[in-house]
């Protein structure tokens, strides 16, 4: 079965420092990875998603992300963080072909002045 | 183009009231997903529909829980006597519905706010 474990639920960075927010999925077929931005009392936006093609992923506001298979892991980055990238992020997985999204619990960030 | 809407925006019901909560989709896109935002929670899949074909339910909770979708478009979900615990954030996704295509991608709606009191 899927699953997608995102490592802390609270991130916390000085703005101008590098943002890394950290998704592990399992899945038993090629993956497809997304990651979405939710801003308070705000739906889901997608910040990036990959399918297949090339691993190095950039989305929208700066963000980027790396599909390592060897590591089963789609980790979002961005070298520069501002305070309009305090959010919640999740990340999920959907099995190529199929409409279901497996999410994970979602990581906060908070950007500190 | 207009995105994904739903309403109410917030919805304050008391125990054992029944309440519905409504998905705007955007225009030609024939997969609408319903999804329960808990607290701390990831979002949990409640039900999909696509085109004309029946519904995947399987996300439901209880059979306190329905949706359908009419004409193809518009979306309700309906809760039947409430609980405190059916408190959280609903949120709707469509999407293009062209899975033979490959990635499907989903856009969300802003949500709706549903407190059980």
């Known amino acids: 079965a899927q699953s997608v474990t995102q490592l802390g639920s609270h991130v916390s960075v000085s703005e101008g420092a590098l943002v890394l927010l950290r998704c592990n999925y399992s899945s038993s077929v090629p993956p497809y990875l997304f990651w979405y931005v939710q801003y308070p009392n705000q739906g889901l936006q997608l910040l990036l998603k990959?399918?297949?093609?090339?691993?190095l992923v950039k989305g929208i506001n700066g963000f980027e992300a790396e599909f390592k298979k060897s590591e089963t892991s789609f980790h979002l980055t961005k070298p520069s963080a501002h305070m309009s990238d305090a959010a919640e992020y999740f990340c999920a997985v959907s099995d190529s072909g199929t409409y279901k999204y497996i999410f994970g619990t979602g990581t906060r960030l908070k950007v500190l002045a | 183009g207009a995105g994904v809407s739903q309403s109410p925006s917030n919805k304050v019901t008391e125990k054992g009231k029944d309440v519905e909560l409504r998905c705007d989709p955007i225009s030609g896109h024939t997969a609408l997903y319903w999804y329960r935002q808990s607290l701390g929670q990831g979002l949990e899949f409640l039900i999909y529909?696509?085109?004309?074909?029946?519904?995947?339910k399987s996300g439901l909770p209880s059979d306190r829980f329905s949706a359908e979708r009419t004409g193809g478009s518009v979306s309700t979900l309906t809760i039947q006597r409430t609980q405190q615990e059916d408190s959280a954030v609903y949120l709707c996704?469509?999407?293009?519905?062209?899975?033979?295509?490959?990635?499907?991608?989903?856009?969300f709606g802003p949500g709706t706010r549903l407190t059980v009191l």
């Open positions: 990959y399918t297949t093609g090339a691993t």
């Open positions: 529909f696509q085109g004309n074909s029946a519904p995947d």
């Open positions: 996704a469509s999407s293009l519905g062209a899975i033979n295509l490959g990635v499907d991608t989903q856009y």
